[in-house]
């Protein structure tokens, strides 16, 4: 089957950092899926696992952490879906990943695609739709249905995947919206999204949210340079609430200021539950399903950026470098195989 691997961790620039394979195809077993791929999109995961180092891989690597297909075959104990299902998911971090015409994948962590969209669109979803739902109501506790309408939240990196998602979850959920953007092009983006009000977060961001008379908000979600914006965020959240960060610190985080206002701190993972094989796998495809129920009705869209081509290594290179370059707006997708 074709696939796009690694086998040295090397610069994107170089055209060896991402290389076309032949590999076998995967045989399904137990809960796994066997899933015919026809579109996966590039997430900054897929460029930090890729960032050089020093180690070569025995055996070509093969990335790629989000994909829309049709199950191929299914193994012996799956129950939920079957051959011919179109299906969307994120994947698990330690197995091969989605970059491959053909991917194995965990039952338990597999929506039903969304049936109003295209597999490229769905493609964008999974990932940041996970990552952003499980910051939203799982670590900061907000209430899906609205038991917090009226409250704050705070987004910094609004313009993103992750983001993009999370202004529309939270605008349904009733909150109000502030987003972050450093470009015309990504205010505007977020701002077709849903959020209320949009600062700069290459600027003074309490002195902005100051002049919007908000002198705390009531969460914070951090989906950029965590340590840079830490003093901001600490001196915004309110007393005994709660910031959720997706983006490690490449330093220790200073939590004593947290202490006076007994708020807390929290980190979003998405592939924490395959990881750790939790007991509670299943809600990832619980919640991809409400997703796709929320996209087919109209109450969430696809954030959807560009399609770069079909997929092969020279198109994921591209796609890396521009996640690369910090200033994509919505997802890159790859979609199709060449003949």
């Known amino acids: ?60 690597r093969v990335l790629g952490y989000d994909a829309a297909g049709v199950v191929e075959a299914v193994g012996d ?19 091969p990943g989605t970059n491959a015409h053909y991917h194995l994948v965990d039952e338990r962590i597999t929506g039903p695609m969304p049936t109003t969209l ?53 605008r349904r959920a009733g909150l109000t919206v502030i987003a972050t953007a450093s470009r015309s092009a990504s205010t505007a983006w977020v701002e077709q999204l849903g959020a209320d009000h949009v600062i700069n977060h290459r600027e003074d961001m309490v002195a902005q949210m100051k002049a919007l008379g908000m002198e705390t908000v009531d969460h914070i979600l951090c989906l950029n340079a965590t340590e840079h914006h830490w003093p901001a965020l600490t001196t915004l959240i309110a007393p005994q609430r709660m910031i959720c960060s997706i983006v490690e610190s490449p330093v220790p985080l200073d939590l004593e200021p947290l202490k006076s206002k007994s708020a807390g701190f929290v980190w979003e993972f998405m592939f924490t539950r395959s990881m750790y094989q939790t007991s509670d796998m299943i809600e990832q495809h619980r919640l991809l399903a409400t997703l796709a129920d929320m996209i087919d009705s109209g109450r969430l869209q696809t954030t959807l950026g560009e399609v770069v081509g079909p997929i092969n290594a020279a198109n994921l290179r591209h796609g890396h470098k521009m996640v690369e370059g910090g200033s994509t707006i919505g997802k890159i997708v790859l979609e199709g195989w060449p003949a």
């Open 118 to 170: 295209g597999f490229g669109a769905a493609a964008a979803l999974p990932l940041t739709g996970i990552t952003a739902w499980e910051a939203l109501f799982d670590r900061l506790h907000i209430d899906p249905d609205g038991a917090n309408r009226g409250e704050s939240l705070l987004i910094v990196g609004g313009a993103g995947g992750v983001g993009s998602i999370a202004i529309q979850l939270a």
């Open 1 to 60: 089957m074709k696939a796009v691997a690694l086998t040295h961790y090397l610069p994107i620039s170089d055209p060896r950092s991402l290389i076309d394979v032949e590999l076998e195809r995967p045989v399904a077993t137990g809960h796994d899926l066997l899933v015919q791929v026809d579109a996966v999109s590039v997430n900054p995961v897929d460029t930090k696992v890729r960032a050089p180092k020093d180690k070569v891989e025995p055996m070509p």
């Open 77 to 95: 104990a799956v129950t939920l879906f079957q051959p011919g299902d179109r299906v969307y998911y994120a994947g698990d971090l330690t197995r």
